[in-house]
């Protein structure tokens, strides 16, 4: 038998009229810089919408979160290394208790969209995958994520991050990201195949309020790696300046 799925919007997220501009939020990065979008990213409201089942037992389908950082509109004025990702989590159970998997897609989008209302996915050039497992004691904490390696954005591209959210269904998993009611200053993107969004869209072009999932991005300009996080070595000071 075939499933049913809806979007649940588990809580109303913005206040209305917010016009893009760089935010200014506490700089919770662990000594780098961070790119947010959030008006206040330290606090974890009632969560986002997912890509539910319309009956029981109510677990949710694949969906994405997605975040577009054109870096000159955020105050960037220098190519950049991104260092981590940091997201929130509203809850997370999984049935085996040994965690679930979520992934931190990075890309660059050669051609953002003119009218900020989607992600162009014909042409995102994909960067950098990285896995997170989550437990289920993350639940009201916020999660950030050392790359592997840093992920090298030049100053006039956008940074496109996204968190993918793998169906629930058959594994008994539920996952849903933090956001607030306090707002943001550009649109959260939202996808979900089962539920006829395979295109990201902001919440507000299907009739919900927009969802301010908090999904920031921690960076260092390019040229100077000083103890990068994700490795065990001291790492010399590198410029490009001779």
Request: hydrophobic fraction near 40%; include cysteine.
């Amino acid at each position: 038998m075939k499933t049913s799925y809806l979007i649940i919007p588990l809580s109303l997220l913005i206040v209305a009229g917010v016009v893009a501009q760089p935010c200014a939020p506490i700089a919770f990065c662990s000594g780098f810089s961070t790119l947010t979008q959030s008006m206040d990213n330290s606090t974890i409201g009632t969560g986002a919408a997912v890509c539910q089942t319309a009956a029981a037992p109510f677990l949710h389908g694949e969906y994405s979160y997605w975040r577009s950082y054109t870096l000159v509109n955020e105050g960037v004025t220098s190519n950049i290394d991104v260092v981590a990702v940091r997201f929130g989590v509203t809850t997370a159970v999984d049935a085996s208790g040994q965690g679930q998997n979520v992934h931190l897609r990075l890309y660059r989008d050669p051609a953002p969209d003119p009218t900020g209302t989607t992600v162009n996915l014909a042409t995102l050039q994909l960067l950098h995958t990285e896995t997170v497992v989550v437990m289920n004691s993350a639940t009201g904490t916020f999660i950030e994520t050392i790359l592997a390696s840093p992920v090298s954005v030049g100053l006039n591209d956008t940074l496109v991050v996204e968190l993918y959210v793998p169906s629930g269904l058959t594994p008994g998993n539920y996952f849903v990201p933090a956001g607030n009611a306090l707002g943001e200053c550009a649109p959260t993107f939202f996808s979900a195949i089962q539920c006829g969004t395979p295109v990201p869209q902001t919440a507000s072009s299907w009739g919900a309020q927009p969802a301010n999932v908090i999904l920031d991005v921690c960076y260092q300009p390019s040229f100077f790696l000083l103890n990068y996080p994700g490795g065990t070595d001291d790492l010399e000071l590198l410029s490009a300046v001779n």
